[in-house]
DNA sequence: AAATAAATATCGTGA
DNA sequence: TCACGATGTTTATTT
């Protein structure tokens, strides 16, 4: 257990008054908080409720306490005491509204598109309300996906295979796009389907379909397709085989930390290559 | 504009005592007030942090105002004014920490399987910090899913077209899932796939898979495929057509409440049929 | 534990 | 706007 050690001004670390708290238990008091915050701030409110959801699908779920989050930008979360995803939801875009039916304040978030959608939450007790500001996601930084692993092996081609050149990455190609492209030693076109998680059927037959795609254009079976990925389910192992296509393990996790380096040292970032 | 009806005490409705704030503006305080609740209750805090992920991917979140959701079964929630999707998380599972470092305080998320992870919170100013119990996720009810349609599909199979016969209904076939399975009137095995939205040339794809599969375990080529969707892409229409496969268009947002009408009226969920 | 597919998926990108 | 594919996808199910 580490020690706390006092530096500074307490002030500077816990400011105890939120932008705004609702504190009166009058029912209409919530109902001016609720219409004066909801889609100006982020607004908290931990309560007993019910909730309906009408759209793509359609919900129900009993009364019980949940915490809700209403997002400036139109955005609604529901969420219980387990799971990482929310019961209910909806994504930015939504219009708040906050009214009063059958004896009971009742939170609605609606959107028009792209489906007709609506939440319908009745509260039934408030345990706390708050409303505050947030910032938003700039300067967000992730490293390690699909984008900057392409990148890599566009650097290191020979992680491919001996002689191998890369003509293009992301390659918008009339009938979809493939991850890289380029050419083997015998001067043959390869089509590469880079993953960074263990492959699974689904995206042996994503490799299919690209390959399948490029001989039809180039009017030839010499064209090879390769998967690249650190792992492969045994299905998909055979089932690439059964197509003639191929599998190249790259263990990604352990060359992220390298390909971090590279993008440390670069001036651009890893996936601009 | 609706008005507000006044009725039973208003201590029913709201109760402004949540179970425990954190009101010290001591640092010591507040360390103590997570140390005791993390991982125990729902936690919220609203903070000025800084944030750093590394697993998976890695990333870097710079110093803002964000909303920490920390949940009893170890899930994490790092919310920014903006997105359904937090910045950073971590699913169920984590262990929680707090401790002082370089004279602040940071909260940490690990997991070590099924690979190993931490989310670091630099805390530099908490503007808001409570804890309070949520109810689960018991009694939650959706209607409308793929199991759905497919159970409805099966109770109407004129729908696909007269004479259709179903056999059955996805999953437990030694062959593989496959979503519905049947015989046409003219006696030949039909593999159906049925999605509850657009479909795509993935979706194309999965038809495709399992028709193969039927046709290779019984060594005939008389299998038929059909994708059941209410909508398909230009492009999965042509590739569906090229493969001899055939789609069939049912409007599943229509259907959805004829369909649980029938929920209703019958002594058993839908899905179950 | 591994694999497979759905999801009210969400989200970004490119045509 | 639509279509397509990645996601630190998550989640449930089945082997």
Redesign the interface.
């Known amino acids: 257990?580490?020690?706390?050690?006092?530096?500074?001004p307490?002030?500077?670390?816990?400011?105890?008054e939120?932008a705004r708290t609702?504190?009166?238990?009058?029912?209409?008091a919530?109902?001016e908080f609720f219409r004066a915050e909801l889609g100006k701030r982020?607004v908290?409110v931990?309560a007993r409720c019910s909730i309906e959801y009408h759209g793509?699908?359609?919900?129900?779920?009993?009364s019980?306490?949940?915490?809700l989050?209403f997002?400036?930008?139109g955005?609604l979360?529901v969420?219980?005491?387990?799971?990482?995803k929310p019961?209910n939801?909806?994504?930015?875009g939504c219009s708040f509204s906050a009214?009063?039916?059958h004896?009971?304040?009742v939170l609605v978030a609606r959107r028009d598109k792209p489906?007709k959608e609506t939440v319908r939450i009745a509260?039934?007790?408030?345990?706390?309300a708050?409303s505050?500001?947030?910032?938003?996601?700039?300067?967000?930084?992730?490293?390690?996906?699909e984008d900057d692993m392409q990148a890599f092996l566009a650097r290191q081609p020979q992680l491919i295979e001996p002689g191998f050149k890369f003509w293009a990455r992301e390659r918008a190609s009339g009938r979809?796009p493939m991850d890289l492209y380029g050419e083997d030693a015998l001067g043959r076109r390869v089509v590469i389907e880079c993953k960074r998680?263990a492959a699974g059927?689904?995206e042996a037959?994503?490799l299919?379909?690209y390959v399948e795609r490029e001989r039809g254009a180039r009017q030839s079976t010499r064209v090879r397709g390769i998967l690249v990925a650190p792992a492969i389910s045994s299905k998909a192992r055979k089932y690439l085989a059964d197509l003639e296509l191929e599998y190249i393990e790259v263990d990604w996790?352990k060359l992220?930390k390298p390909a971090?380096e590279l993008l440390k040292s670069g001036q651009r970032r890893l996936a601009d290559w």
């Not at 019980?64 to 915490?67: D, E, F, K, Q």
Request: no cysteine; net charge negative.
């Open positions: 257990m580490t020690l706390w050690i006092e530096v500074g307490p002030h500077s670390r816990l400011v105890a939120p609702l504190e009166s238990r009058e029912p209409a919530a109902l982020l908290q931990a793509r699908a359609q919900s129900t779920l009993p019980g306490a949940r915490l989050l997002k400036p930008d955005t979360l969420h219980t005491s387990t799971k990482l019961v939801w909806q994504p930015p009214d009063v039916e004896e009971a304040i489906v509260l039934e007790e408030i345990q706390f708050v505050l500001d947030l910032d938003g996601e700039e300067g967000f930084d992730l490293a390690g996906s979809g998680r059927v689904a037959d994503q299919r379909r996790e992220r971090s």
